[in-house]
């Protein structure tokens, strides 16, 4: 099956056509998420759907290339590029209100990657993806003793060490674009087949790869200088170093799974597009982050 | 109101059919979100400059970021801008105009 990257509504494997169709329909109805799409990845001149057929081909077309190297293309391409994310931007040398935006509408993320995973385990017959799953929320959430915390209690003590309580950020409710990302995520992990979600979840995770740049990436997610020294808070440095250690692996290992099974399970099409609707999801919960970190800037 | 785009007034797509009067206009967007922004827009600009009208507008850049060169009389001013997913203005700041005589 193939499946609108703006919408998710399916159609038959390689029906490019009827893909096409529908996203010229859709934004002749100024649907903001179709003529996004369409803008954003293909073009912003309107042509017919025929027009069309080619490009959306070509776009979805791996190629020589691996699913893992699609996603990681696009991943870059639209966080990593020649203007990366304005957040990775932000993040290079972060503000005080720039950690702490951070923390304010991750910890909802957090929230919502357990469930995601938890559905991930409940549907794969795999275990391999359970025992991948399993390790991947003991270092996001679950932690491993007083010695490892979990990158969601990392998170929380960054916060802390930047002078909001824990309290504070547990009872701060999302900003919309956090909560509509957050409600999608979810609704994509109760109906989407579990190697898309498998996908589209943990291919965000690339956003802390520092391996990307040997793929094209025009900059870390952060500059790996603030690691050391005084510039950001110890906390905030136990926090990103987690990330910037654990998500190599990761991303790598779920997206060598998601390769496999997708391939073995003919389901590339319908895993482009749900891993497509994910980074738009991204694209907007990190412009959240520094929203609300305008909220904490003098 | 002098613009540079043919297509949606803040994007320049031609996607979409919303057409939406702004300060007087009928203008053209690709979708509900580009109004918001770009009323939003005008409307900082105006209070940013006191000006009552605006002669002509000119956008340039992405979602990333854009600028705009705006015009009322003789007077100028460039400004840089980014929408929030809700169509706010998420950065909003005056810039410098190139001179027209600078290499």
């Known amino acids: 099956m193939t499946k609108c990257p703006a919408c998710l509504v399916g159609f038959a494997r390689g029906d490019f056509p009827a893909l096409a169709q529908h996203l010229v329909g859709r934004a002749e109805e100024s649907d903001s998420d179709h003529v996004r799409w369409l803008n954003q990845n293909l073009t912003r001149r309107k042509t017919d759907a025929p027009a069309l057929v080619a490009p959306l081909r070509a776009y979805f077309d791996l ?26 931007a932000a993040l290079q040398h972060p503000t005080r209100a720039t950690l702490l935006g951070y923390v304010v509408e991750h910890q909802h993320f957090l929230r919502q990657w357990v469930r995601s995973c938890a559905f991930i385990m409940a549907r794969t017959d795999q275990p391999e993806v359970i025992q991948y799953e399993l390790d991947n929320l003991s270092t996001e959430y679950g932690g491993s003793g007083p010695g490892r915390p979990s990158h969601y209690e990392l998170l929380l003590r960054m916060g802390e060490s930047l002078g909001v309580d824990r309290a504070v950020v547990l009872s701060t409710p999302p900003l919309p674009a956090t909560r509509r990302a ?5 609704e994509m992990a109760t109906r989407e087949h579990w190697v898309a979600v498998l996908t589209a979840m943990h291919s965000l995770e ?27 808070p110890t906390a905030a440095q136990d926090f990103l170093r987690e990330g910037y250690e654990a998500d190599v692996g990761h991303s790598d290992r779920a997206l060598a799974l998601a390769s496999r099974f997708a391939g073995e399970l003919d389901l590339v099409e319908e895993v482009q597009s749900v891993f497509l609707r994910s980074i738009d999801l991204f694209d907007d919960y990190l412009i959240a982050r520094l929203e609300r970190a305008g909220q904490y800037e003098a | ?39 939003g827009l005008l409307e900082r600009i105006q209070r940013e400059t006191g000006w009552s009208t605006i002669d002509s507008i000119e956008i340039a ?16 001013e460039r400004f840089l801008f980014a929408f929030t997913p809700e169509g706010a203005l998420l950065r909003f700041q005056r810039s410098v105009r190139p001179s027209v005589n600078s290499g």
């Not at chain 1, 957050?182 to 979810?186: A, I, P």
């Not at chain 2, 297509?7 to 918001?36: H, K, P, Q, Y």
């Open chain 1, 206 to 232: 690339l956003i802390a790869n520092r391996d990307l740049v040997d793929d094209g990436a025009t900059v870390h997610y952060f500059d790996p200088t603030i690691l050391s020294g005084e510039e950001i």
């Open chain 2, 61 to 76: 850049g992405d979602r990333r970021g854009r600028t705009c060169d705006v015009t009322s009389g003789k007077a100028r």
């Open chain 1, 63 to 88: 190629g020589p290339d691996s699913l893992t190297r699609w996603v990681k293309i696009r991943f870059i391409s639209k966080f990593f590029g020649k203007t990366p994310h304005p957040f990775v």
């Open chain 2, 1 to 39: 109101m002098k613009r540079n785009y043919d297509g949606c007034a803040i994007c320049n797509s031609t996607w979409g059919n919303v057409w939406a009067e702004v300060d007087g206009e009928r203008l053209f967007f690709c979708c509900d979100l580009c109004v918001v922004q770009y009323r």
């Open chain 1, 182 to 186: 957050v409600e999608q995520w979810n």
